[in-house]
C-alpha cells in the first residue's frame, strides 16, 4: 500500500509541477494518494472500483493503475502512474490494458478518462490508444478561483 501511494504522489507531482498550481497539487495528493487512502482502496468494490492494478519488477512496485464503472455500460479509467524510469516501456499501456478488460468484463462498452488541459503528453497517450476528446470540464478538486479545466475523453470498446 505504501509502495502504490508513493509511486502515485510522487509522479503527480512530477508530472504536474509545471502545469498545475502546487496548492492544487498538494490538495490532490491528500485527497487521493494518501497512505490511508490507498490501504482502503486496495480490495476491490466492484462496480465502482475495481481495486489497483500494479507492474512489478523483482518486487519493487513501479506503477500503479485502477478504475471502475460510472454506468451500466460505460467504465471510468480512474488513474494510472509509473516511476519516472519505468516510463518508456510498454508498463502504462499494460496497465491501461488491464483496467480495460475489468471494464469490459463488467459490461462496459465504453471508457472514459479525464485529462488535465495543457498534458499534451497524457492527450496523446490516450489519443494513440483510441480515446477521443469529448467535453471540457472543471477538474476534481478544482476550486472557482484556480479554473483547473479537464478534457474528457472517451473510447468506444469492442
Known amino acids: ?10 509522479a503527480y507531482r512530477e508530472t504536474y509541477r509545471d502545469l498545475l498550481p ?3 497539487i498538494e490538495r490532490t495528493v491528500v485527497a487521493f494518494y494518501d497512505e490511508a487512502r490507498v490501504a482502503t482502496e486496495v480490495a476491490p468494490a466492484p ?11 523483482r ?10 464503472m460510472i454506468g451500466a455500460r460505460a ?26 478488460a475489468q471494464i469490459r468484463a463488467a459490461g462496459g462498452r ?13 492527450i496523446g497517450f490516450y489519443r ?3 480515446f477521443e476528446p469529448v467535453e471540457t470540464v472543471r477538474a476534481a478538486l478544482s476550486r472557482v478561483d484556480d479554473h483547473i479545466r479537464s478534457l474528457r475523453m472517451r473510447r468506444v470498446l469492442d
Open 128 to 130: 494513440a490508444r483510441g
Open 1 to 10: 500500500m505504501a509502495s502504490i501511494a508513493g509511486i502515485c504522489a510522487t
Open 47 to 57: 462496480p465502482e472500483w475495481f481495486g489497483y492494478q500494479v507492474v512489478e519488477e
Open 75 to 100: 467504465g471510468e479509467l480512474s488513474l494510472v502512474y509509473l516511476e519516472a524510469a519505468a516510463r518508456g516501456r510498454g508498463l502504462g499501456t499494460m496497465l491501461l490494458d488491464r483496467v480495460t
Open 59 to 68: 518486487g519493487r512496485v513501479l506503477g500503479a493503475a485502477g478504475g471502475g
Open 110 to 122: 465504453q471508457m472514459w478518462v479525464s485529462v488535465f488541459l495543457g498534458d499534451s503528453a497524457g
Open 22 to 24: 502546487q496548492g492544487y
